[in-house]
């Protein structure tokens, strides 16, 4: 079964603006990785916050983490057309094989 | 420091015939996960070795499909007797065991 869910599948801005999106997942994790992909690429780790976190930054990104929500949020502020690509956010199950399990993503296109 | 290395980048196989997908993982890393991507999906957990042992293979279809990480050597994913339902991407991922996940840039598998 699904265990990420990106909202929103497909998200188009203005460069500069910020974009926010957001997973949310079923079970406990021992961490949530947020990666990017270039249509046709591979994929690319951006950020990984652990269970007992609740907000990491990295350069213009910007993670949160709600495990009692189980929900994780993605911000990009000041985007750039570089930034059109789709995002995925995926779960690393508590107790499981530290398998990763990924959401069906979100679009991102910034208009320059 | 080479990133996760995989071969060959594109393959085209007819009905029936073998495939054959190579990943070298990261220098310094002993874990290899293999994930499959349909096209607007995310991607989907298939196997999880380390070196000479297979640990989460529950991701994988039973027939036709076999994993192996050797003392020596690459990884390799085959898939025997390929349908056209085996047309994907395929990824590889290494780590070293702490968490975060180094994807290469993945194996297109046509199958005509």
């Known amino acids: 079964s699904q265990q990420g869910e990106e909202d929103p599948q497909a998200l188009s801005i203005q460069e500069g603006e910020n974009a926010t999106m957001n997973c949310s997942y079923k079970?406990?994790?021992?961490?949530l990785q947020w990666y990017r992909q270039n249509s046709g690429r591979g994929l690319v780790h951006l950020i990984l916050i652990r269970s007992n976190e609740r907000e990491k930054h990295s350069g213009r990104l910007r993670v949160t983490l709600d495990t009692s929500k189980k929900s994780s949020s993605l911000l990009i502020t000041a985007s750039r057309a570089a930034d059109t690509a789709s995002y995925f956010c995926a779960t690393e199950e508590k107790g499981g094989s530290e398998k990763l399990v990924f959401g069906k993503g979100t679009k991102l296109t910034v208009n320059p | 420091n080479a990133g996760v290395m995989q071969n060959p980048r594109h393959l085209v196989r007819r009905r029936g015939q073998e495939a054959r997908l190579r990943c070298s993982p990261m220098k310094g890393h002993s874990h290899v996960y293999w994930y499959r991507q349909l096209p607007e999906e995310g991607l989907k957990f298939m196997v999880y070795?380390?070196?000479?042992?297979?640990?989460?293979e529950s991701g994988m279809p039973k027939e036709r499909f076999s994993a192996e990480f050797p003392k020596e050597g690459p990884s390799i994913l085959r898939i025997q007797q390929v349908v056209r339902g085996d047309s994907a991407a395929y990824f590889c991922?290494?780590?070293?065991?702490?968490?975060?996940?180094?994807f290469g840039p993945g194996t297109r598998l046509t199958v005509l």
């Open positions: 991922a290494s780590s070293q065991g702490l968490d975060t996940q180094y």
């Open positions: 079970t406990s994790i021992n961490n």
């Open positions: 070795l380390q070196k000479e042992n297979i640990i989460d």
